[in-house]
């Protein structure tokens, strides 16, 4: 159903409204439109449009030990805490949706808060609670680990809010059957369960890669001198020295984004009940 | 089913409810050694330099959350009522920031808006100015970043809401002899108050907490508080200042979200159990 649109409008009035949307549109996309072509310039300083085409800066990224370095920290960061949060979230969300036990609601509020708590307070509390680690001979600032466990917090609660939609979403007597056909939990998990939540899991699995991958202001504090990611690269590179290789580095981020975008568009379009 | 949630309960409990408490004990914790103090708060709400910051923030923050509603409500209006697959296909538009870095994002600002950037050459090109505008490195450049940033967070709820109204009302009111405006401020904005209520209140949220954009489009006068806090603990190395600063901010985060999610009902759209 469809409704006319602008509320009412003459058409004058409604090339106005189209006009302004699309003007937003534009407002939204463009840094994406500048940033791609920046990291092909010949220049190296921030000309737009650029004054010829290269490469350059693509290969200034890929010769830099520090920038290649940065970004495989950040893809193992982000690779573990993908497992991690995947696990510990999908188990949480069954328990949570299935379960009927006192002080439900009070556990689903701690799971998804540290969406709400600003992520500087998260940052200086982890930096805070870190700091006598290293006396006990187990160094949590300038570690993976430190920043693997500060990124599970805030990827949790997106595989949780996604997981439990998909449980939500399918029928329970699907389960039921299954256990009374003698199935033990286990068994209803994996050949019952798990296949129809898939599609949940899988984009609780994306955002929390791309939340880690993509975290900067715990990283700023956590990863010290020793390890420092990508993001924390990048932020000190548009702090002291700007130049084209923060857009090649950006644009390949682009194109990282672009296609997990799509692989999450492809997996809403095979899950029945939520198509919009 | 409970044992399922322990391992989220042990990773939250450890490192995220402790080290909150440690941040509180820190904000009261006497310099001398023993004792409880609440010198940190007073110098944060007292000292002019201080308090200035935390008004920026909010004075800040509420112009943002103001210029998104005004760009999101048509967006949202035409997303509603244009065809699903259009919509579909324009909220890729939408939702596509979310998924670029913020760090480029950003970067790809301060390209556009600089002294000799895209839009100031647009600008003297077209002969609207003389000289290039200052766009970047203070309010306007720290506006221009956030609501970039956040105006996702406010079409998204605005979106939602619109697209369960029937359209048949505002039929209905035109039938009864209202006008196409009374219609749309008698019927139809009233029933997107709940929209705006969760998008203010997202974006509102999140902009008071905000350190990165301020830091690399604002200038001094642009300081957040959890950039005061970053200086606090990096530079000034004053652990109990910045713990009560955090305190503080959290406080009022927290007291945002409980007033509005009592008037909305919000932990739906979280997807509350």
């Known amino acids: 159903m469809s409704r006319p649109a602008g509320p009412g409008l003459r058409r004058p009035r409604r090339w106005a409204f189209y006009g302004f949307c699309g003007a937003v549109f534009f407002f939204l996309m463009l840094p994406v439109l500048v940033v791609v072509p920046m990291s092909f310039s010949s220049s190296r300083y921030l000309q737009f449009p650029p004054p010829g085409f290269s490469l350059r800066w693509y290969s200034n990224y890929l010769r830099d030990p520090e920038w290649t370095g940065a970004t495989v920290r950040s893809l193992v960061i982000a690779g573990f805490v993908t497992l991690i949060s995947t696990v510990v979230g999908t188990m949480a969300s069954v328990g949570l949706v299935r379960g009927t036990f006192r002080g439900k609601q009070l556990i689903h509020s701690l799971i998804v808060s540290p969406m709400i708590v600003p992520v500087i307070i998260v940052a200086i509390a982890l930096y805070f609670f870190y700091a006598p680690f290293k006396t006990w001979g187990m160094p949590l600032i300038g570690t993976v680990p430190g920043l693997v466990i500060a990124h599970c917090l805030l990827a949790l609660p997106l595989v949780v809010i996604n997981v439990s939609a998909t449980l939500r979403g399918f029928d329970r007597n699907l389960e039921m059957a299954s256990q009374n056909l003698g199935a033990g939990p286990l068994v209803t998990f994996r050949r019952i369960t798990f296949p129809l939540i898939r599609p949940g899991i899988v984009s609780g699995a994306l955002f929390a890669f791309i939340t880690s991958f993509d975290e900067l202001v715990i990283a700023i504090f956590i990863s010290g001198s020793t390890a420092r990611t990508l993001p924390v690269k990048m932020w000190e590179g548009i702090r002291l020295e700007i130049d084209p290789t923060i857009a090649a580095v950006s644009s390949l981020l682009i194109g990282l984004s672009v296609t997990l975008l799509l692989a999450i568009e492809l997996l809403r379009r095979d899950r029945p009940g939520r198509a919009g | ?273």
Not at chain 2, 49 to 58: A, C, E, K, P, Q
Not at chain 2, 81 to 90: D, F, I, Y
């Open chain 2, 1 to 273: 089913m409970l044992a399922l949630v322990g391992p989220a309960l042990a990773l939250l409990g450890v490192f995220f409810v402790l080290p909150l408490g440690n941040v509180v004990r820190w904000s009261v914790l006497d310099p001398g050694g023993a004792g409880l103090t609440g010198v940190y708060y007073v110098r944060a709400l007292t000292e002019t330099i201080y308090l200035r910051v935390i008004l920026n923030t909010f004075r800040i923050s509420l112009y943002v959350t103001v210029i998104c509603l005004l760009l999101a409500y048509p967006v949202a209006y035409l997303l509603a009522s244009v065809p699903r697959r259009v919509a579909n296909l324009l909220m890729i538009l939408v939702v596509l920031p979310f998924w670029i870095s913020l760090l480029v994002r950003l970067y790809a600002w301060i390209i556009l808006l600089q002294k000799a950037g895209l839009v100031n050459s647009a600008l003297l090109r077209l002969g609207l100015v003389t000289e290039p505008l200052p766009l970047v490195y203070n309010l306007t450049g720290v506006i221009v970043g956030m609501v970039h940033v956040l105006l996702p967070f406010m079409i998204l709820p605005l979106y939602s809401v619109m697209k369960g109204i029937d359209p048949n009302l505002m039929v209905a009111a035109q039938n009864l002899g209202g006008t196409p405006a009374q219609a749309f401020r008698r019927v139809f904005l009233p029933l997107t108050y709940p929209g705006i209520g969760a998008g203010v209140l997202m974006v509102f949220m999140l902009s008071i907490g905000y350190f990165v954009t301020p830091a690399l489009l604002g200038g001094l006068k642009e300081t957040f508080i959890a950039q005061l806090i970053e200086q606090q603990v990096s530079v000034l190395i004053d652990w109990n200042f910045a713990a009560a600063l955090a305190a503080l901010l959290l406080a009022v985060t927290l007291i945002v979200y409980y007033v509005f999610n009592r008037a909305l009902g919000l932990d739906r759209i979280w997807g509350g159990v």
